[in-house]
């Protein structure tokens, strides 16, 4: 439904752009699936020869003609994607251009085949070019997860500003996420491709396997020493969706914790906490990381502490700097942790009241990622405490706090 609305929506930014730049009658904003003209094979492969090169004449209105018709050919016009990826680069009007990604869009859509030509697209300085494009992907990859699992999408998604090309790779993000239900026989080899991205991103699915997630666990295990640092981060993640049934594979976790990528130590920490995996003998090893550089390992490392059963003095004492830490998502943490700790291992700290006071309450909705998981649990009860949050000057706590409140509303 998102999907068909976004696909709605497109050509009417698009109209509206051209509205405002005088060229109504210029930008082709018409998004149906590609018409193949009722044409023998051989008069069909002489007209896109002849559209073809119609491309190439000085008259920008007979090229964008060319452009449109190549478009609503479809598969059969796949010949012509490379001259169409000519004029987006080759400085044509903006027009032409974002009607050529428009029947790149379409001819690929009907030729998985042609896919890869679109990777470079999505870095395209034009917005509508980068919305097609990801649409295109989008669409191609409910049938062939391999497609999307080549583009490093979580990373472009964090970069996009423009609100449509950000809602088209979302739904490529949704994709992935979603793969994890394609048969083992798909899935399992993609985890020893040569793209590297390929192999984060099939790790990341296979713990969406409703069936055969934990009987996959020894699949991901090996990629814990992958060379390639998102692999590794996105390999131990998985196994933390698998909850206490990978309780199994904390040995082979526990190196990670020294890993010299920062968002494998991250996550290292948080799934040896969350699979039940900080105990006496471990909690030795995620302490350090509660000084680490990296803000995000700091905040990982105090929730699993938090996971421990039985907290002592030392481990409270380690926690308490944090709730002066100079990034409030890891005072959020740290209150949370403390909060949570046995009275015997936190009592007779002096000051430890007034250090909890003065985390600021804002602290406490600081971020939309692990900490609005605190929000979420919010009860009716406190419905009237995270109604003032939506008017908040921060985005990120007015979404939290809407997050918070459809939770509690469903």
């Not at 210029?26 to 998004?31: K, Q, V």
């Not at 990604?101 to 890869?116: G, H, N």
């Not at 600081?366 to 000057?393: M, Q, V, W, Y």
Request: glycine residues 4%; positive net charge; proline residues 4%.
């Amino acid at each position: 439904m998102l999907k068909q609305f976004l696909l709605k929506l497109l050509p009417v930014l698009i109209l509206s752009c051209a509205q405002s730049a005088g060229m109504m009658d210029l930008i082709r904003c018409e998004f149906a699936p590609p018409k193949v003209m009722a044409q023998q094979p051989g008069d069909e492969n002489e007209e896109i020869e002849r559209l073809t090169q119609q491309l190439r004449l000085r008259s920008d209105t007979e090229s964008n003609k060319a452009v449109i018709a190549l478009g609503k050919m479809g598969a059969s016009a796949r010949f012509a994607v490379r001259q169409l990826f000519v004029i987006i680069f080759a400085g044509e009007p903006e027009h032409i251009r974002v009607n050529a990604s428009t029947s790149i869009r379409q001819i690929v859509e009907s030729s998985e085949s042609e896919i890869s030509q679109l990777l470079p697209l999505l870095k395209h300085l034009n917005p509508d070019v980068r919305a097609n494009v990801a649409a295109a992907i989008g669409n191609i990859g409910k049938s062939n997860a391999y497609l999307i699992y080549q583009i490093d999408v979580y990373e472009k998604y964090k970069k996009e500003s423009n609100p449509t090309v950000r809602a088209n790779l979302a739904t490529i993000v949704k994709q992935i996420e979603n793969s994890g239900r394609i048969a083992d026989s798909q899935l399992i080899p993609l985890l020893k491709d040569l793209n590297s991205l390929v192999r984060a991103n099939a790790a990341l699915a296979i713990s969406n396997q409703e069936r055969s997630a934990r009987s996959n666990i020894s699949q991901l295990i090996p990629l814990f020493q992958d060379s390639d640092a998102t692999v590794r981060a996105n390999a131990v993640a998985s196994v933390r969706n698998m909850g206490k049934a990978a309780k199994s594979t904390i040995p082979q976790i526990l190196p990670l914790l020294k890993d010299s990528d920062s968002t494998v130590r991250a996550n290292a920490a948080l799934t040896i906490g969350e699979i039940g995996g900080v105990t006496k003998s471990t909690i030795s090893q995620i302490l350090p990381l509660l000084k680490d550089s990296d803000s995000y390992v700091r905040l990982c490392a105090v929730l699993a502490v938090g996971d421990m059963k039985k907290h002592t003095k030392s481990i409270a004492l380690q926690v308490l700097p944090l709730l002066q830490d100079s990034d409030s998502t890891v005072r959020y943490g740290a209150v949370i942790v403390i909060e949570k700790m046995e009275e015997s291992a936190k009592s007779d700290i002096p000051g430890l009241e007034k250090l909890l006071q003065n985390v600021h309450s804002r602290d406490r909705i600081a971020s939309s990622g692990l900490l609005s998981l605190e929000l979420r649990k919010s009860t009716r009860s406190e419905i009237a405490n995270l109604i003032p949050l939506l008017k908040d000057p921060d985005p990120r706590i007015r979404y939290v706090a809407a997050d918070a409140l459809g939770e509690i509303g469903n």
